[in-house]
C-alpha cells in the first residue's frame, strides 16, 4: 500500500484545494491530511485565517479525498509524522517547490501543480471590503502602526490626522497617506480610526468618531476616567460600532496563554501578582510634562492594570499608591490592589528602573514572565519540585501591534461588541483606577 500526505490550512476550502487533495490521492492507496491548528498558523504568521481549525477539519473530511485527517501543530512535526504513520511520498502544490526537499530524506516529495487564478487570500479579499483606517496622531507609536496594518488582511491605512500641518505632512510622505489637518475632512475619508495622540485628547477623538460612525482603536491610556469609559462603550453599542482599547499585551499569543494556564488551575488559587515596568525618558518630553497627563502612572499603569485584573478580575477591594514626584509628573509609582482573597502591585517607573518583570504566584506554584513581560515571548511555570518547571517559547512578531490589529478587524468584520481578550468591563476598570490617582485618592508622596 503507498501512504501519501500532504499538509496546508484549507481554509475557505477552494477548487484549488479540491485539485490538490484529488491529485495527492491518485498518487497512491491512502491519503492523510494535515490540517494545520491554528496556533501553528499565528506561529507561521497566517494571521488571516478565515475557518477555525474545526471548520477546516470537517470541510477537508467532506471532499472525501482524506482517509485521516491528522492536526499539524509545531514545526518539525512532517519529519515525525512520516516516520510514525509510515509515509512513502510527501505531496504539496507547486508554490513550494523546492521548500520541502529536506524530507526527501524520509519518503519520496512531490510538488504537484497549483491550480493558478484562485486563492484562499483572492476568497478573503473579495468576500470582505478593505478597511480604510485613518490614524489621529503621528508620534511613535503611529509609526510603529502604520508598518503592522500590511501584515493583516483587509486594514489598510489612507490617512492621517494632526492639527500641526508640518507633521501630518511629514508622516504621510513618509508612509504614502493622505495627509489631513482638520477632524471634519479626515473622518470622512475612512471607515475605521486609530487614535494615537496625546493622551488627554483620545476621549474627544474617541466620542467624535464614534459619532461620526466609525470603528475605534484608541491607544493607552484609553481614557481618563470610569465615566468617559462607559460613556463612549454605551456610544458604541448604540451605534453599532465596534470600540477597542489598544492594550497589545492584551492580544499577544503568549500572553492569552498565561491567561488559559492560569485559569485551568496550573499554579493553583493565584494569592498575588507582580508586575512591573519601566522606560526611562529623557528630558524634555510628553511623558515628562504634566500638562500632557504624562508620569509612570499614565504611560505604564495601563498594562500593568491589564494583566492583573486578567488575572484576578475586576472585583477589587481597595488600592493605595506611592509616588516619588519630580515636576508634577509621578517618575516612579507602587500601587498595591488588593482582591478579597488575593494582593497585587505594580511598580512603574519613567525615572527609575525596575525590573520589569511579572510574576504570579499560587498555591500550587509560580508563573515567571521575565522583563519585558509586556512583550510575552517566553515564561517558565515553576513549583517546588524544580523537576516539574515547565518553559514556554512563543514568536512576538514585529511589535506586537498585529494581534490587537487583528483582533479589532475581526470583530468588525464578525460583528462583536466584546472581546474576551480584554472585556469593556476590564477596559473600564483600569480607566477607573487610573482616575483615583489622578484625583490623588490614597496617594503618598515618598
Ligand atoms: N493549493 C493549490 N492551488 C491553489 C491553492 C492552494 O494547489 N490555488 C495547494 C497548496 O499548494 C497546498 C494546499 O493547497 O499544497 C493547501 O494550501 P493552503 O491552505 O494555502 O496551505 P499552505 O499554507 O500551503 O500549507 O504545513 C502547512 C503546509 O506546509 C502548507
Not at 470603528?215 to 481618563?224: A, D, W
Request: net charge negative; proline share 3%.
Amino acid at each position: 500500500m503507498t501512504k501519501v500526505i500532504t499538509y496546508g490550512t484549507y481554509d475557505l476550502l477552494h477548487q484549488g484545494h479540491l485539485n490538490l487533495l484529488r491529485r495527492a490521492k491518485e498518487l497512491g492507496d491512502y491519503l492523510i491530511v494535515g490540517v494545520t491548528s491554528d496556533s501553528f498558523d499565528r506561529g507561521r504568521g497566517k494571521l488571516n485565517v478565515r475557518n477555525n481549525v474545526l471548520e477546516r477539519v470537517e470541510a477537508v473530511k467532506a471532499t472525501g479525498f482524506a482517509d485521516e485527517v491528522i492536526i499539524e501543530d509545531y514545526l518539525g512535526q512532517k519529519i515525525d509524522d512520516i516516520q510514525k504513520y509510515d509515509v512513502d511520498i510527501f505531496a504539496i502544490g507547486s508554490d513550494w517547490e523546492g521548500k520541502f526537499d529536506y524530507l526527501n530524506e524520509y519518503c519520496k516529495v512531490v510538488y504537484l501543480p497549483r491550480t493558478e487564478g484562485i486563492s484562499s487570500t483572492m476568497l478573503r479579499a473579495e468576500s470582505q471590503d478593505v478597511f480604510r483606517i485613518g490614524v489621529i496622531g503621528s508620534g511613535r507609536i503611529a509609526h510603529r502602526f502604520v508598518p503592522e496594518t500590511k501584515m493583516v488582511n483587509g486594514a489598510e491605512v489612507v490617512a492621517v490626522l494632526n492639527p500641526e500641518k508640518e507633521k501630518a505632512d511629514a508622516f504621510a510622505k513618509m508612509h504614502g497617506l493622505e495627509a489631513f489637518t482638520e477632524f471634519e475632512e479626515f473622518i470622512q475619508k475612512v471607515d475605521a480610526v486609530y487614535i494615537a495622540s496625546p493622551h488627554l485628547s483620545h476621549y474627544d477623538y474617541a466620542k467624535r468618531s464614534l459619532q461620526a460612525g466609525k470603528h475605534v482603536l484608541c491607544e493607552i491610556p484609553f481614557v481618563m476616567s470610569k465615566e468617559q469609559a462607559l460613556e463612549l462603550y454605551r456610544l458604541a453599542e448604540e451605534k453599532n460600532l465596534v470600540l477597542m482599547e489598544a492594550s497589545k499585551t492584551a492580544y499577544c499569543p503568549a500572553f492569552g496563554h498565561i491567561v488559559t494556564l492560569v485559569k485551568s488551575g496550573i499554579i493553583g488559587d493565584v494569592v498575588d501578582v507582580k508586575a512591573s515596568l519601566s522606560k526611562m525618558v529623557p528630558p524634555p518630553t510628553r511623558e515628562l510634562d504634566a500638562a500632557q497627563a504624562g508620569g509612570a502612572m499614565t504611560e505604564h499603569a495601563p498594562l500593568t492594570l491589564m494583566a492583573i485584573i486578567k488575572l484576578l478580575g475586576i472585583d477589587w477591594k481597595d488600592v493605595n499608591f506611592h509616588s516619588r514626584m519630580e515636576n508634577g509628573v509621578d517618575i516612579y509609582t507602587k500601587g498595591v490592589l488588593n482582591y478579597p482573597h488575593a494582593t497585587s502591585s505594580f511598580t512603574l517607573g519613567i525615572g527609575v528602573k525596575t525590573e520589569g518583570n511579572l510574576v504570579i504566584s499560587g498555591t500550587k506554584g509560580y508563573i515567571y514572565v521575565p522583563a519585558p513581560w509586556w512583550l510575552t515571548s517566553f515564561f517558565e511555570v515553576r513549583y517546588e519540585d524544580q523537576t516539574k518547571n515547565k518553559k514556554y517559547f512563543y514568536s512576538y512578531d514585529g511589535e506586537g501591534l498585529r494581534y490587537e490589529i487583528q483582533e479589532w478587524l475581526s470583530m468588525i468584520v464578525n460583528d462583536r461588541r466584546s472581546c474576551y481578550k480584554l472585556r469593556r468591563r476590564e477596559s473600564v476598570a483600569i480607566a477607573e483606577i487610573i482616575e483615583k490617582y489622578r484625583n490623588k485618592e490614597n496617594v503618598t508622596e515618598i
